[in-house]
């Protein structure tokens, strides 16, 4: 019997950098090399609403990611590749209205209509204040642009995906299985329950809403655990779908979801291995047929390293390709169906999920858990706990803390060549772009259509509408947010940090820290303090708040301010608070801009006997560059152990004011 194997998921690689134009390359050889879908990496200023030439963009434009700040940079971004025949993800989440608005403008420019538009905007804008800090409005706006841009994508783009709730950077930030599965859960309550409340979408229609919710998850190592959380994925959202919203068509409770395997444990060190690791972490999300991703998206296997390029990509979609094409895995039914140790796993995962969802929704919900700031301290302490289990060795990380004797790998024989550099002009050339764009804009049109949003803004109408006219008048991605942060204003979320103890039983070594610190702290007539900065636009905050805590466990006093400051805010909070020492977190690869601003500015503070240690992926070659300048210390990922990290910035303090 001729067994008809079941189609793969969509496949794809996340891309994005320097340009349009060059994403626009990548992405078209990236689809002749077999890819089926789009996954488009937008740089932090486009994430976060700011024109390239915003003081806050300085050394992020291009750099994780494509700047589009305005309509002719979207349509360079897919010349020559015709939208209504493709399927777009956009990681996308504050400014993700701006985005869609200019997706559709370009394609009807290239003649498709909007129903024909295929695609997900991630638009999780919760996990932002939990996790990846590209969130911009206060959370109940940021909720509100969520309800309106469901209801407009169900009313105007069907096929279209308006919301992903993202539990992959839930994961990253710490997040155990359970965690991930019931925060996740929660943001859907929440968003949904928005859309209902809105009155927007007529109630028979509210069947086609929860239809349109999409997932995108993370999958670890442990892929047994992590197939099984994707089946009390599934089991969850099936109930809660129809238990809490009456859904009672089965297509449309289905749980559907897209998948980044994780990058939190790629490592530096013998980074050879992570190629494995990212082939187990793939198996979790494909072996089980009731729980398979519908996309898969891989990271490289040097990312811990720097920017991958494009061969490291094509080498990511091979893998999927080898798994889909050439093992038989689609030919079979779900394997796992009737097995007592699954069916155990999944239903440990169910109870503990419903019992933290359970603890949130009678705080008030997800919202009222952000603001609190009840998820971030669970997903900080959660993270430092892992953290911990590393760093004695519970938790055994092949090449980090274990199995640590190594060949010379010829892949990082040469380091600076394993990884891409970002185009040096691309900072340059997208200020150019965008100042060129602003001065041939009609400004009257524009300045109306931003004075349309603003004034819907303080309405409940629907915002869609006023941003597609603010695209077509040629506003930028800058003006448009400035507009709504006059009107919303803007938000700091809570780091999480405070009350998080790191270390609950002090060992020998924590315990010779606390001894240097506090003897340092007498020499210098006080408790030594710790600044812990992010400057940027980097609001990858994890490594940051694992110092942040760490550091008090030792004894310093700590002053963490959260993500998002400029060069000269830090530096104005290390003058006020007279610290003496300066931390700065910085993954972005905007290093060598913003480091040294830092040192500059401190220098003419008159801060010259304070040191400053920066952390963050950041290659060889830099990290020599910022030592050679004066820079105390450079720590990337292979310097797990943050325990040795505070004994070296207490070195570092008594070296600079000369105690040894």
Known sequence: MTVMPDKPWVMRTYAGHSSAAESNALYRKNLAKGQTGLSVAFDLPTQTGYDPDHELSRGEVGKVGVPIPHVGAMRRLFQDIPLEEMNTSMTINATAMWLLAMYQVAAEEQGAAPASLAGTTQNDIIKEYLSRGTYVFPPEASLRLTTDMIAYTVNNIPKWNPLNICSYHLQEAG?????????????????????????QVAEADFEKVVGRISFFVNAGVRFVEEMCKMRAFGELWEETTRERYGVTDPKMRRFRYGVQVNSLGLTEAQPENNVQRIVLEMLGVTLSKKARARAVQLPAWNEALGLPRPWDQQWSLRLQQVLAFESDLLEYEDIFDGSHVIEAKVAELIEGAKAEIDRVQAMGGAIAAVESGYMKQALVSSHAERRAKIEAGDLKVVGVNSYTETEQSPLTADLDGAIMVADPQAEANAIADVRQWR??????????????????????????????????????????????????????????????????????????VREKVAKTGEDLGGRLRFLVGKPGLDGHSNGAEQVAVRARDAGFEVIYQGIRLTPSQIVSAAVAEDVDVVGLSILSGSHMELVPEVQRLMLEAGMDNVPVIVGGIIPDSDGRKLEESGIAAVFTPKDFGITDIMDRVVDEIRKANKLD
């Open 439 to 512: 001065s041939e804009q009609d400004r009257a049109a524009v300045e109306a259509a931003l004075e349309r949003v603003a004034a819907e803004a303080k309405t409940s109408t629907n915002l869609m509408e006023a941003t597609l006219a603010a695209v077509r008048a040629g506003a930028t991605v800058g003006e448009w947010a400035h507009t709504l942060r006059g009107v919303f204003g803007e938000y700091r979320a809570p780091t999480g940090v405070s009350g998080v103890v790191g270390v609950t039983e002090a060992g020998a070594e924590l315990t010779a």
């Open 175 to 199: 997040a155990t299985p359970v965690q991930e599965l019931a925060f996740a859960m929660c943001t859907a309550i929440a968003v949904l329950d928005a859309v209902k409340d809105s009155g």
